[in-house]
């Protein structure tokens, strides 16, 4: 089956969850006015349904392939970054000084949905130069932007991100890659770097490369980090491209998943030192490369997002066609598997999933605009201290769900699942990459718990709640059986998790112990109550809509979703609860059961 972005949907959650019109009136989206954002939309849907979506399942069967030093990407990988540049889609939120289109995050985050749907394997490459060029906005000198940013936000130069050694993934404390400091005010890059998206390929004639590395006298720990940009080529005066830099790729890895995407080692300073020029200051560098990877949080929650998509797409063609068995109440001796209870179920919990992952990326994308956008300081401050808050539940969750909505994909297929030939398997073996890069969903946990919990003595942390509390109430004013049941199952999950915040910031200040060995079920648990209180919302909208003579039968949809969301998982708040306020001690004396 193939893929079809589902753009009403995505306007929909942008206007629910991000207050997409909401920001058009009041001037925070201005440039998304007068159906701005639909067109540009149903323009980049184009190019994932009839670009990339045809490439999904070569870029998984014959994937990229290194030799001697140089790596070929699948077929018609080429072609299709050759389209992605001349389509400008690598300028939708670059600034405008550097010939980029300006345009918000909340618009670029429905472009990466529908794209990483198509094919998520491709899009890694163009999301680390999406990352990449705003921390060059944000850090890099003039000289830097003038030589660079152009190229990058057109496209004709892609971008990677070098954090990752041997020995330094999630702890970057012994990072080992040197830098040497020269007479002319560059460096000396010394080192090697692992599991790099796209260090190397054929899709453009050069790339620049961002390196975490470390000077000499360089303070002990992340405080003694710098930032570098390393260009697989020289740049000339006139723009022009020079003499090849001492960097090389040195092999790529042989992966569960995301077949076309190389996955690169990269080595650095093999022939005297690769040429790297600094970004911000000495030993700042890992404030700076923060700037893309929570850029890069955001859209690795959107690919949960999107395989999850790809993946109930897929199920639900599927459950349509195949028949086994005979309904109750059916007339002919086999049904469509649709029509038995527990398919229905799990497509249904696929959707409702899918689309509570999809509203927390949206809501995060939106809080992130108006960080930026809006006309009050004060308001920029509340929206980037929420920005900061939802960062890591946009990205831990959001990509949870991506793996477990592929796993029930397969489920849905039955054995045929199991079979590649289906291409359900495809799904669940891409997705799984998703909880781990980027900063372990474990991290995004401790992230949140120990930084983002404790924000201004919990406050951000209250108004949150208070503004799903604010939803529920309106469900509740709102006259049908069906919003009277979400209310119920919302306020009540919002209850157990209000309670597990105050039990969390507690401990904070008694037993950090305790407190993170309940980090990853409290993520799981906000992204549920965030995720439904949104998907409330979206009901609400489609319940106006309706009483205001809107006939579309996609309304009704949107109902029943939220309502099986509250009743099939908010459900589970409780247990959550229970867990992160009552399982410390299993978890802190595990180490007899552990012991062999």
Same mark, same amino acid.
């Given at each position: 089956?193939?893929?079809?972005?589902?753009?009403?949907?995505?306007?929909?959650?942008?206007?629910?969850?991000?207050?997409?019109?909401?920001?058009?009136?009041?001037?925070?989206?201005?440039?998304?006015?007068?159906?701005?954002?639909?067109?540009?939309?149903?323009?980049?849907?184009?190019?994932?349904?009839?670009?990339?979506?045809?490439?999904?399942?070569?870029?998984?069967?014959?994937?990229?392939?290194?030799?001697?030093?140089?790596?070929?990407?699948?077929?018609?990988?080429?072609?299709?970054?050759?389209?992605?540049?001349?389509?400008?889609?690598?300028?939708?939120?670059?600034?405008?000084?550097?010939?980029?289109?300006?345009?918000?995050?909340?618009?670029?985050?429905?472009?990466?949905?529908?794209?990483?749907?198509?094919?998520?394997?491709?899009?890694?490459?163009?999301?680390?130069?999406?990352?990449?060029?705003?921390?060059?906005?944000?850090?890099?000198?003039?000289?830097?932007?003038?030589?660079?940013?152009?190229?990058?936000?057109?496209?004709?130069?892609?971008?990677?991100?070098?954090?990752?050694?041997?020995?330094?993934?999630?702890?970057?404390?012994?990072?080992?890659?040197?830098?040497?400091?020269?007479?002319?005010?560059?460096?000396?890059?010394?080192?090697?770097?692992?599991?790099?998206?796209?260090?190397?390929?054929?899709?453009?004639?050069?790339?620049?490369?961002?390196?975490?590395?470390?000077?000499?006298?360089?303070?002990?720990?992340?405080?003694?980090?710098?930032?570098?940009?390393?260009?697989?080529?020289?740049?000339?005066?006139?723009?022009?491209?020079?003499?090849?830099?001492?960097?090389?790729?040195?092999?790529?890895?042989?992966?569960?998943?995301?077949?076309?995407?190389?996955?690169?080692?990269?080595?650095?300073?093999?022939?005297?030192?690769?040429?790297?020029?600094?970004?911000?200051?000495?030993?700042?560098?890992?404030?700076?490369?923060?700037?893309?990877?929570?850029?890069?949080?955001?859209?690795?929650?959107?690919?949960?997002?999107?395989?999850?998509?790809?993946?109930?797409?897929?199920?639900?063609?599927?459950?349509?066609?195949?028949?086994?068995?005979?309904?109750?109440?059916?007339?002919?001796?086999?049904?469509?598997?649709?029509?038995?209870?527990?398919?229905?179920?799990?497509?249904?919990?696929?959707?409702?999933?899918?689309?509570?992952?999809?509203?927390?990326?949206?809501?995060?994308?939106?809080?992130?605009?108006?960080?930026?956008?809006?006309?009050?300081?004060?308001?920029?401050?509340?929206?980037?201290?929420?920005?900061?808050?939802?960062?890591?539940?946009?990205?831990?969750?959001?990509?949870?769900?991506?793996?477990?909505?592929?796993?029930?994909?397969?489920?849905?297929?039955?054995?045929?699942?199991?079979?590649?030939?289906?291409?359900?398997?495809?799904?669940?073996?891409?997705?799984?990459?998703?909880?781990?890069?980027?900063?372990?969903?474990?991290?995004?946990?401790?992230?949140?718990?120990?930084?983002?919990?404790?924000?201004?003595?919990?406050?951000?942390?209250?108004?949150?709640?208070?503004?799903?509390?604010?939803?529920?109430?309106?469900?509740?004013?709102?006259?049908?059986?069906?919003?009277? $049941?979400?209310?119920?199952?919302?306020?009540?999950?919002?209850?157990?998790?209000?309670?597990?915040?105050?039990?969390?910031?507690?401990?904070?200040?008694?037993?950090?112990?305790?407190?993170?060995?309940?980090?990853?079920?409290?993520?799981?648990?906000?992204?549920?109550?965030?995720?439904?209180?949104?998907?409330?919302?979206?009901?609400?909208? $489609?319940?106006?809509?309706?009483?205001?003579?809107?006939?579309?039968?996609?309304?009704?949809?949107?109902?029943?979703?939220?309502?099986?969301?509250?009743?099939?998982?908010?459900?589970?708040?409780?247990?959550?609860?229970?867990?992160?306020?009552?399982?410390?001690?299993?978890?802190?004396?595990?180490?007899?059961?552990?012991?062999?």
């Amino acid at each position: 089956m193939a893929y079809r972005a589902p753009v009403s949907e995505m306007v929909f959650m942008m206007n629910a969850a991000a207050g997409l019109q909401d920001g058009i009136a009041d001037g925070t989206y201005a440039d998304l006015a007068d159906g701005m954002a639909e067109a540009t939309l149903n323009e980049a849907a184009k190019y994932a349904e009839n670009v990339l979506g045809p490439l999904h399942r070569v870029g998984d069967q014959v994937g990229s392939k290194w030799k001697d030093g140089v790596v070929t990407t699948p077929p018609g990988w080429v072609d299709a970054y050759k389209q992605f540049v001349e389509g400008g889609w690598q300028s939708v939120t670059g600034s405008a000084d550097h010939g980029g289109m300006g345009l918000p995050q909340v618009l670029l985050a429905g472009c990466m949905d529908m794209w990483s749907a198509a094919n998520m394997a491709f899009m890694l490459g163009p999301v680390l130069t999406f990352g990449a060029i705003d921390a060059l906005e944000a850090h890099a000198s003039d000289e830097i932007k003038h030589t660079y940013l152009e190229k990058m936000i057109s496209g004709v130069w892609p971008a990677t991100m070098n954090l990752t050694e041997p020995g330094a993934g999630s702890d970057l404390n012994p990072l080992r890659t040197r830098a040497e400091r020269q007479s002319d005010g560059t460096y000396k890059i010394f080192g090697q770097k692992i599991f790099i998206t796209y260090g190397e390929h054929d899709m453009s004639d050069n790339i620049v490369h961002l390196v975490l590395a470390r000077l000499p006298d360089a303070p002990a720990g992340t405080k003694g980090i710098s930032l570098f940009v390393v260009p697989k080529f020289f740049v000339n005066a006139d723009g022009s491209l020079g003499a090849r830099n001492d960097v090389r790729c040195a092999g790529i890895e042989h992966k569960l998943g995301i077949h076309g995407s190389p996955t690169c080692i990269m080595v650095y300073g093999d022939e005297g030192g690769a040429t790297g020029y600094l970004v911000g200051e000495e030993n700042k560098g890992l404030a700076c490369m923060f700037t893309m990877m929570n850029d890069a949080r955001l859209a690795t929650g959107l690919q949960g997002v999107a395989i999850g998509e790809a993946s109930y797409q897929h199920a639900l063609a599927y459950a349509n066609e195949r028949k086994q068995g005979k309904a109750a109440g059916a007339t002919t001796p086999l049904s469509p598997i649709i029509a038995h209870p527990d398919v229905k179920r799990m497509l249904m919990t696929m959707k409702a999933l899918t689309l509570s992952a999809r509203a927390v990326a949206y809501l995060t994308a939106g809080v992130i605009d108006r960080s930026r956008r809006a006309k009050d300081p004060a308001a920029r401050k509340a929206a980037a201290e929420r920005a900061g808050l939802m960062t890591p539940i946009a990205k831990g969750y959001s990509s949870d769900i991506g793996c477990e909505v592929a796993s029930l994909g397969v489920q849905v297929h039955g054995g045929m699942g199991f079979i590649e030939e289906t291409g359900a398997a495809q799904f669940m073996r891409d997705a799984r990459i998703v909880p781990i890069y980027e900063g372990t969903n474990g991290i995004q946990a401790i992230d949140l718990v120990t930084r983002k919990l404790p924000m201004n003595g919990g406050a951000v942390m209250k108004a949150e709640i208070a503004d799903m509390r604010a939803t529920v109430e309106q469900l509740r004013a709102t006259n049908d059986p069906s919003f009277g $049941a979400m209310a119920q199952r919302l306020g009540e999950g919002l209850d157990a998790f209000e309670r597990a915040t105050d039990w969390l910031l507690g401990k904070l200040g008694s037993n950090v112990q305790d407190a993170l060995a309940g980090a990853t079920p409290y993520l799981r648990l906000f992204g549920v109550m965030r995720g439904g209180a949104t998907l409330g919302a979206m009901a609400l909208a $489609a319940h106006k809509a309706r009483a205001g003579g809107d006939s579309d039968p996609a309304h009704a949809g949107r109902i029943a979703t939220a309502r099986f969301f509250a009743e099939n998982v908010v459900v589970g708040a409780d247990g959550l609860e229970a867990t992160i306020t009552g399982a410390a001690e299993s978890v802190l004396t595990a180490d007899l059961a552990l012991a062999g």
